[in-house]
């Protein structure tokens, strides 16, 4: 499997199947898909919980399969709102906490989790946000190019929360609101995530208001 995103400002994901490989995309990501791929609206079977589990982290029960069955390679396109961030889960053996409805496809299927932050729900993003486990690459609706923060034990940063992607789950526990009457002022709002190290967080390049 090969997958390239392409564009700027505005990005979408070139993905090129094998024969008999699978890829998979959040209902609505699509944008084309060659002849020789099947696609498959699966229905995420796991009871009560799982559909639970889906609907509160801003997901739909159903999940979309792209399976090449032709001999050749086959391509597809799938496209977020506006970019996409790429995040390998295997170096993220805890997952990843992301915001709420911020999947769009992944190379291998994902179990996708709610997660219930105070922190986020004072800050004014909610709740709710999604944790996301599993194996392959996972990619997340973004705007612009999203930047890398690698945080050290005993460091903390404060991110703005509506610039906030996600982050290994891990550093869940050391989110915290910072309420400040300065930053209200500044026009960041009254309070942004505290998160302490050792934390690695992606946070979009583009101040999103």
Same mark, same amino acid.
């Given at each position: 499997?090969?997958?390239?995103?392409?564009?700027?400002?505005?990005?979408?994901?070139?993905?090129?199947?094998?024969?008999?490989?699978?890829?998979?995309?959040?209902?609505?990501?699509?944008?084309?898909?060659?002849?020789?791929?099947?696609?498959?609206?699966?229905?995420?079977?796991?009871?009560?919980?799982?559909?639970?589990?889906?609907?509160?982290?801003?997901?739909?029960?159903?999940?979309?399969?792209?399976?090449?069955?032709?001999?050749?390679?086959?391509?597809?396109?799938?496209?977020?709102?506006?970019?996409?961030?790429?995040?390998?889960?295997?170096?993220?053996?805890?997952?990843?906490?992301?915001?709420?409805?911020?999947?769009?496809?992944?190379?291998?299927?994902?179990?996708?989790?709610?997660?219930?932050?105070?922190?986020?729900?004072?800050? %004014?993003? $909610? @709740?709710? +946000?999604?944790? &996301?486990? *599993?194996?392959?690459?996972?990619?997340?609706? =973004? !705007?612009?190019?999203?930047?890398?923060?690698?945080?050290?034990?005993?460091?903390?940063?404060?991110?703005?929360?509506?610039?906030?992607?996600?982050?290994?789950?891990?550093?869940?526990?050391?989110?915290?609101?910072?309420?400040?009457?300065?930053?209200?002022?500044? %026009?960041? $709002? @009254?309070? +942004?995530?505290? &998160?302490? *190290?050792?934390?690695?967080?992606?946070?979009? =390049? !583009?101040?999103?208001?």
């Amino acid at each position: 499997m090969n997958c390239k995103v392409i564009g700027y400002d505005f990005k979408s994901l070139e993905v090129q199947l094998q024969p008999s490989e699978r890829f998979f995309c959040e209902r609505g990501a699509l944008i084309y898909h060659e002849g020789g791929i099947e696609k498959n609206v699966k229905v995420i079977d796991k009871g009560i919980t799982g559909i639970l589990k889906r609907t509160l982290s801003g997901e739909s029960m159903f999940l979309v399969e792209l399976l090449n069955t032709s001999p050749a390679v086959r391509k597809l396109m799938v496209a977020g709102k506006m970019g996409l961030l790429p995040v390998e889960l295997k170096l993220f053996p805890n997952g990843i906490i992301c915001r709420k409805g911020f999947y769009i496809a992944s190379s291998k299927e994902v179990d996708i989790d709610f997660s219930l932050n105070m922190s986020s729900f004072i800050s %004014g993003t $909610g @709740l709710i +946000m999604q944790k &996301i486990t *599993g194996e392959g690459t996972v990619f997340l609706d =973004s !705007v612009g190019s999203a930047i890398c923060l690698d945080v050290p034990h005993g460091d903390s940063v404060f991110v703005d929360e509506k610039s906030f992607l996600c982050m290994d789950g891990n550093a869940q526990n050391r989110m915290s609101s910072s309420f400040s009457g300065r930053g209200l002022l500044g %026009g960041e $709002g @009254l309070s +942004m995530f505290q &998160i302490g *190290g050792p934390a690695k967080i992606y946070v979009n =390049s !583009v101040n999103v208001k």
